[in-house]
């Protein structure tokens, strides 16, 4: 009998110069997401790490990266530029967030009116939307999570090993504290 092995480690490591990072750069934690804004589970892991992400605050580098399941959500793709539109402009996490908040609603009027509401140059945005100026970016995110054993969303990596544990509240701080060894302050 055979098994196929499925890499466990992240194969594109973390980088300030291409990721989005929430939290210290320097942060010695390290929590990757692989997700997608239209999955309800993503949904319910976004309020997670939010409260992870306050208990943690500088402790903790978080990085999302894109991972839109385009088959069974049409709008995961363009929703996924936007966001990274948003962030050409400085907004990224705000977008982040209110996507998150407003899952039911990412066609492309919903996203320009996102957009006006966090006082960006909607104009710009809406020809980056237009031309897909982020498609590369979002298809290279895909692809490090599909060499990094990516199958579903949300996918956890915490210190570059993927956590295939519960990610509710309780066992994610359990897995992070065993993750950050006994010099973890809380």
């Known amino acids: 009998m055979s098994t196929t092995l499925w890499p466990s480690r992240l ?9 989005h990072i929430r939290g210290s750069v ?12 239209e999955c309800p589970h993503c949904g319910a ?30 709008h995961a793709q ?7 539109a948003a962030g050409a402009q400085g907004k990224f996490w ?3 967030d209110v996507l998150f908040s407003n899952q039911e609603r990412l ?17 710009r945005f809406g020809r980056e939307l237009a031309t897909a100026a982020y498609a590369p970016k979002v298809r290279e995110d895909f692809v490090s ?4 054993g990516v199958n579903g969303t949300p996918t956890f990596f915490i210190n570059g090993l993927r956590h295939d ?18 010099h973890a302050a809380w």
């Open 11 to 19: 194969v594109l490591p973390v980088s300030a110069d291409r990721d």
């Open 26 to 37: 320097n942060a010695s934690l390290v929590l990757v997401e692989y997700g997608d804004y």
């Open 45 to 74: 892991a976004h309020l997670v790490i939010k409260e992870i992400l306050e208990r943690l605050g500088e402790q903790l580098q978080y990085v999302f990266r894109h991972f839109p399941l385009t088959t069974v959500h049409p």
């Open 78 to 84: 363009q929703a996924a530029e936007a966001v990274e």
């Open 94 to 96: 705000a977008m982040h």
């Open 107 to 123: 066609a492309g009027p919903f996203l320009l009116g996102y957009a006006r509401t966090l006082g960006l140059d909607v104009e």
């Open 145 to 148: 999570g599909v060499r990094s």
């Open 165 to 182: 544990g519960d990610w509710d509240l309780p066992s994610f701080m359990v897995a992070l504290r065993e993750a950050a060894g006994s």
